[in-house]
């Protein structure tokens, strides 16, 4: 019974607990930790460490011009939440942003990071934002990395 203890605890924190699973979040998949607890309020999906030590928000919205390029609704995107500080680079072969920011946790307990992926196709808008905190980093902004640059917009045939 101790090995297994033992050796739980070893898998665990090798990383088996955030083993990734498929989602789909309106018309967008994404990869997130399947152990991860999921819920929904007012179309925003929060996914959140069984720890408490991180959490995500995704968002999925339309594009309300038509025609848009993909890269000019991503660049609108940026500027309206602060066009500072942002990597451009592609997520699911479509045009998106990175920004991570350090801030000062809501009850003063320590600092937490947030690293935020936008994205836009022309059609659908997407943002996944995770939060962890700075005490953790080394567990989970790999993990943010993985599910931020894992989205990927699904077209249906018709649409």
């Known amino acids: ?3 297994g203890s033992i050796l739980a605890m070893v898998l665990t924190a090798g990383g088996s607990a955030d083993a990734l699973a498929q989602v789909q979040v309106k018309n967008v998949s994404l990869q997130v930790p399947a152990s991860w607890n999921r819920s929904e309020d007012a179309g ?4 959140q460490a069984p720890s ?10 339309a594009v309300q011009t038509a025609g848009m390029k993909a890269q000019t609704c991503v660049d609108k995107i940026v500027a309206s939440i602060g066009g500072r500080g942002w990597e451009r680079l592609k997520v699911g072969a ?3 942003a990175k920004r991570q920011e350090t801030d000062v946790a809501p009850d003063g307990s320590g600092a937490v990071d947030s690293v935020t992926y936008v994205g ?3 059609k659908t ?3 996944v934002v995770f939060y962890l905190e700075q005490t953790k980093k080394e ?10 640059s894992s989205v990927k917009i699904q077209r249906a045939g018709g649409k």
């Open 44 to 47: 925003t999906y929060k996914f």
């Open 52 to 61: 408490g030590d991180a959490y995500f928000l995704v968002d999925v919205g």
């Open 139 to 148: 567990r989970f902004a790999p993990l943010a990395q993985k599910v931020g």
């Open 120 to 122: 836009c196709d022309g």
């Open 94 to 96: 479509q045009p998106a």
């Open 125 to 127: 808008t997407w943002s």
């Open 1 to 3: 019974m101790m090995l």
